[in-house]
């Protein structure tokens, strides 16, 4: 039922009258709830609260499955002038990437060229770069490209991991493998939101909550730092139970929650003792990451409406 629901609502955001209406009309109806500006500059005033509050950033350059190199590049030199912005403001510029925005649909050359100069600009910049993951096409090219990165010297740089993929334990150590040293190693873990063919993923919560913390554990036992990102209640408490019975190092345990989603809440783990930093969606180009939001299960639906009151 997941996975139909799910691929339901991703096919009616495809229909060009809906993407059309709905791109024409977003922004002004609701969109900049969940997006903090079409720019880093008009982001800025939303950025400032929220580490006022406690909380971090982590800054989405929106856009994905760019057409031609021309675009790639156009792209890479948004997400340098965002980093550029974020310095500038005094906020450590850290800036997830998705690895078709900069051209790896098209040439992975292309792909580690722009994602190592943004990579190293970030760190340089007290920052870092997380390139996120796509849909399952493009998993093991973003593994290579994340090796890649680590190799030109870029360690700071993260990866995500999708729960709800069948393949994703052997992607983790395939991760673990390949990170220069796995107790630096920063990986988010995420359920998934795209729509993949039934065969390839889990389609009961139940079982998708236990592979998510299956992977959390893993990887925290192996030394690693997770980035638990989900509002999912049960898998945050059960995150930050896992984390006080272990003993689990500070910084070891990070919670990654979307921009205008349960902000009480994010406040909420915080005054807990808890490491926050918010998924915070910046550009013109929100539409796709909006309807994945929808996507990811019907529950999604009661946030977006809790979101608009806090």
Known sequence: MLNLYRRGVLGVAALEPVSRLARRHGWRLGARRFVAGQDPDEALPALREIVASGRQVIVDVLGEYVADAAAAQAMAAEVAFTITTLAQAGLAPVVSVKPTQVGLALDADLAAEQVRAL????????????????????????????ERTWQAGAGRTSGVLQAYLLRTPTDLETMLAAAPDPVALEVRIVKGAYAEEPSLT??????????FMDLAERAWRAGAQVNVATHDERLILEAAAFARGAGLAPGKLEFQLLYGVRPKRQRALVEEGHRVRIYVPVGRDWYGYFSRRLAERPANLAFVLRGLVG
């Open 119 to 146: 990579a190293s600009q970030a760190e340089a910049a007290g920052g870092k770069l997380t390139l996120d993951m796509e849909d399952v096409r493009y998993v093991d090219a973003t593994l290579a490209l994340l």
């Open 202 to 211: 889990l389609s009961d919560m139940a079982a998708i909550r236990r592979a």
